[in-house]
């Protein structure tokens, strides 16, 4: 039997796996989580007591279909499953897995990544702060933990996951400060017509941003978060008609909008395109996901669709898969997909990066908080050997750190193509690199046995 | 030391006795290392590019800024570990550490 294997199980992975196991194929499915869900669909530990509906709000139906549907399979053995794995490279055909119990080859035939996104990051003076953290680690540590960040809690940058974190913070109680958008009312209200493909959806971010009431505000630009030792005391900015602003504050969570987690897709062989309207590079593919020889990509990975974006993406990504193993497959249905392509468009233009308050920040500002490289010096990098990401990193450590440039890199490309009069699409992009995730030498040194590869148990 | 984190639901769930430098606290059973920790502590560990302290950024795998180390074994992933009774973290290396 053909061995395809799946790495990530958010909603793209789940109906990429339901789809292939319909079609009798036996997927290995490798997943970080503990649980599947992925991310938007993240479960709590076992032994956690919220229902659904707290969980995941309008959601909540969507979420136990996904959770029920992987659950089946892995108690019928339609899927291999392997859960706390990370994938940490990938080459001739085999991915190295890093999981319980080691690190493990895994060789597939077919592979379909689902590697979701982050959130998109752009620096604030003083974001390198301990109690600064992203806008999405702020729904998780609601969703999984029932933590909330801190006491006062200011929410800043930009994108649907603003508002929506805003309102699931404040209806379980928590502290919320100030939600700051950096996105003039004026773009997000021309993107109207393209964000009215999805009206409900639409309708319901309103909604919910107008319970927020005068805590949201449109428009502003952060000036930068002041800390003592301890973390975040205020975080300063002004309003849309300049005015000096502080608020008080023990947390910040910054995001703007999503960053297609791409770092695997490339090491497959995935081609990355610069693209303007989303501030970042993202894989190309054809409308089914096909992004090279047996590979395929879907999900938020791919395209920043959302979760129902990524639920069809998946089946497609599957059906792709089997057409061109020659199995019968169900229609693609590639209909609903560009709906959700015109709404997703009225994202990003109504949440846009904010590009040109990142090329203007201050020399002395952190761009990269792993290694602490700031503005300063990767503008004196790129003066002495030019601006090109991969040699401006080289020479200033900037993007080098722990995260491998995941929450730095779009602003390092901007600062470096303001600073020489180039596009951002010119400066190039940090190439990746193995290991994708941090990998122990002690791993490297046991051999593993035969009999330890990962293997789809249906393999005939 | 008054904790970063704040519980807001979820409170029922049986306590787990953890060490951090030595001192003793107590978490609760389905908490993370980082959810353990930070309900506790203001921070997770020291920082090695700066003065700034750490205390995780993305809670989700990717950052990697919430590693934190143990008095005798290898370092964990705060925000993707769960936390196990008698776990003897540390915020900062061993002192064996090279």
Known sequence: MTRVVIVGAGPAGIRAAETLAQAGLCPVVIDEGARAGGQIYRRPPEGFTRPPTSLYGSEAAKAVALHGCFDGLVAQGRIDHRPESSVV????????????????????DRLILATGATDRLAPVPGWQ????????AAQIALKAQGVALGRRIVLAGSGPLLTLVAAQLQAAGAGVAAVLDTAPLGAQARALPLLAARPVVTLRGLAMRARLGRLYRAGVTLERIEADGDGPTALYWRDARGRARETPCDAVALGWHLRSETHLAELAGARLVHDPLWSQWRPGADPMGRAGAGLYLAGDGLCLLGADGAEIAGRLAAIACLQDLGLPHPAPDLRRLRRLH??????????????????????????????????????????HGGAEANRVKSLSRGGMGRCQGRYCQIAVTEILAAATGIAPAEAGRMRAQAPARPLPVSACLADPAPSQTILPSGRR | MTGRLVRLAEKGRLPVRFTLDGSPFQALAGDTVLTA??????????????????AGFCLMGACQDCWIWQEDGPRLRACSTPVAPGMRLLSQPPESWP
Not at chain 1, 129 to 136: E, I, K, Q, R, T
């Open chain 1, 129 to 136: 702060a301990p109690g600064v953290f992203s806008l999405g």
């Open chain 1, 342 to 383: 015109r709404f997703a468009t009225g994202l990003a233009r109504a949440f846009p990066y904010p590009a040109a308050g990142v090329a203007a920040l201050p020399d002395s500002a952190v761009i990269c908080r792993c290694e602490g490289i700031t503005a300063g010096a990767l503008r004196e990098s790129a003066a």
């Open chain 1, 89 to 108: 490279a990938i080459r001739d055909g085999v991915l190295h897995v890093l999981g319980p119990v080691g690190l493990l080859p895994c060789p597939f």
């Open chain 2, 37 to 54: 920790v930070l309900t506790s502590a203001r921070s997770l560990r020291a920082g090695d590019a700066g003065p700034e302290r750490r």
